[in-house]
């Protein structure tokens, strides 16, 4: 099996400037604000804007465990974002 790992671990993957989460919230907003047109995908394109520099602010990965806090995805071996207590 060949598996190619990057140059530098720690550094993010990046595609243009973006980081890939990143990449994939543009893109998915420009998609959406060209099939809903109008005054909601300039809103949506103003709110990209606004986003992005205050999740660079942010650690990495926080988009994930934003999402899992807000219940959209889940992790393996972790508990929900609503359990107060947890025993191993």
């Given at each position: 099996m ?6 530098f ?8 400037w973006?980081d890939?989460q990143?990449?994939i ?10 099939i ?9 394109i103003g ?16 988009i994930?465990?934003l999402?899992w ?16 207590r947890?025993y191993?």
């Amino acid at each position: 099996m060949d598996e190619r790992l990057p140059q530098f671990l720690h550094k993010p993957v990046q595609i243009l400037w973006f980081d890939a989460q990143e990449f994939i919230l543009v893109t998915s907003t420009i998609f959406v604000a060209v099939i809903v047109g109008q005054m909601i995908g300039w809103a949506l394109i103003g709110a990209l804007l606004l986003f992005i520099p205050w999740k660079r602010t942010k650690p990495r990965g926080f988009i994930p465990h934003l999402a899992w806090r807000w219940g959209l995805i889940s992790f393996r071996h972790y508990p929900g974002p609503t359990q107060t207590r947890f025993y191993e």
